[in-house]
């Protein structure tokens, strides 16, 4: 096993987690119980094991993992902002670390390209992707501006269609419009769950905006609050999983001309804590 380089990671968890399998592989001495006594706490055996479980890790017992990982100025600083875009309170915090990683160099050595980051960053460059299909579309990013909503501004167009012209999710034909590829967008696994909630909150944030700006009779938004069985609610989910397949195959197979572009956002959220056993 290689030693895992945590430029490659957008989860610090899982970085630590493939961390310890390497130092432990070198060591099979170093077990989870070594590390939390490494860590300054000899009575507290699982404090390793619980970071990995979603327990908070405070600056103190950053600066102590920094110290404990070995690794040098740079790759502390990477892994010190990744803690912090991970252990975000609010969108604002999470969206100011995301940026901070994204805008270090380091990354573009890994195999997390930039162009993905990018992609991932706003929720309109995909936005921009899905209108190309709806009509003639150039390189000049006022018209697409002007109808996209909520508002964005050219210059935000401009970014978004060089991302998705370096990813190749689009291309120019002949006479120079932009057109959709098949290729699909493909991010590097231990990152992709990290990416792919950033661009959730940002459409969730969209979601808001709309229902915040008036009346729209082609908006459809709809929420239940249900008190439901596990069993009720293993169902629920197959019905979802069952309409998501179902939406992939209308969408696919579609004969018509494309001529809207639409946001679905589906969620089942917990609003009650699991019972500790």
Same mark, same amino acid.
């Given at each position: 096993?290689?030693?895992?380089?945590?430029?490659?990671?957008?989860?610090?968890?899982?970085?630590?987690?493939?961390?310890?399998?390497?130092?432990?592989?070198?060591?099979?001495?170093?077990?989870?119980?070594?590390?939390?006594?490494?860590?300054?706490?000899?009575?507290?055996?699982?404090?390793?094991?619980?970071?990995?479980?979603?327990?908070?890790?405070?600056?103190?017992?950053?600066?102590?993992?920094?110290?404990?990982?070995?690794?040098?100025?740079?790759?502390?600083?990477?892994?010190?902002?990744?803690?912090?875009?991970?252990?975000?309170?609010?969108?604002?915090?999470?969206?100011?670390?995301?940026?901070?990683?994204?805008?270090?160099?380091?990354?573009?050595?890994?195999?997390?390209?930039?162009?993905?980051?990018?992609?991932?960053?706003?929720?309109?460059?995909?936005?921009?992707?899905?209108?190309?299909?709806?009509?003639?579309?150039?390189?000049?990013?006022?018209?697409?501006?002007?109808?996209? %909503?909520?508002?964005? *501004?050219?210059?935000?167009?401009?970014?978004?269609?060089?991302?998705? +012209?370096? !990813?190749?999710? #689009? &291309?120019?034909?002949?006479?120079?419009?932009?057109?959709?590829?098949?290729?699909?967008?493909?991010?590097?696994?231990?990152?992709?769950?990290?990416?792919?909630?950033?661009?959730?909150?940002?459409?969730?944030?969209?979601?808001?905006?709309?229902?915040?700006?008036?009346?729209?009779?082609? %908006?459809?938004?709809? *929420?239940?609050?249900?008190?439901?069985?596990?069993?009720?609610?293993? +169902?629920? !989910?197959?019905? #979802? &999983?069952?309409?998501?397949?179902?939406?992939?195959?209308?969408?696919?197979?579609?004969?018509?001309?494309?001529?809207?572009?639409?946001?679905?956002?589906?969620?089942?959220?917990?609003?009650?804590?699991?019972?500790?056993?």
């Amino acid at each position: 096993m290689e030693q895992p380089i945590v430029y490659s990671y957008t989860n610090f968890r899982r970085y630590l987690s493939d961390w310890h399998a390497w130092a432990q592989e070198q060591n099979p001495d170093f077990n989870k119980s070594e590390v939390s006594r490494q860590l300054g706490l000899p009575r507290t055996r699982s404090f390793f094991t619980d970071v990995l479980a979603g327990r908070k890790l405070t600056p103190t017992f950053v600066d102590r993992m920094v110290g404990l990982l070995g690794i040098d100025r740079d790759e502390a600083r990477y892994f010190r902002i990744l803690v912090r875009y991970n252990q975000a309170d609010t969108p604002e915090d999470r969206e100011l670390a995301f940026d901070q990683l994204t805008g270090m160099s380091r990354v573009q050595r890994t195999e997390l390209e930039q162009a993905s980051y990018r992609y991932y960053r706003h929720w309109w460059t995909g936005a921009v992707r899905a209108m190309l299909a709806t009509g003639d579309f150039t390189d000049d990013p006022k018209p697409i501006a002007q109808i996209l %909503r909520p508002a964005v *501004t050219p210059g935000q167009v401009k970014e978004a269609i060089a991302t998705i +012209l370096e !990813l190749g999710l #689009v &291309e120019r034909d002949a006479k120079g419009y932009l057109r959709q590829t098949t290729k699909m967008l493909a991010t590097p696994e231990q990152s992709r769950e990290e990416l792919v909630k950033q661009l959730q909150i940002q459409q969730m944030q969209v979601v808001q905006t709309a229902l915040m700006s008036g009346d729209d009779p082609d %908006r459809r938004v709809f *929420t239940n609050t249900v008190a439901i069985s596990n069993e009720g609610a293993d +169902l629920i !989910l197959e019905r #979802v &999983e069952s309409f998501r397949r179902a939406l992939r195959a209308i969408v696919q197979q579609d004969p018509s001309p494309q001529e809207r572009v639409l946001q679905i956002s589906l969620s089942l959220i917990p609003l009650l804590k699991k019972a500790s056993r």
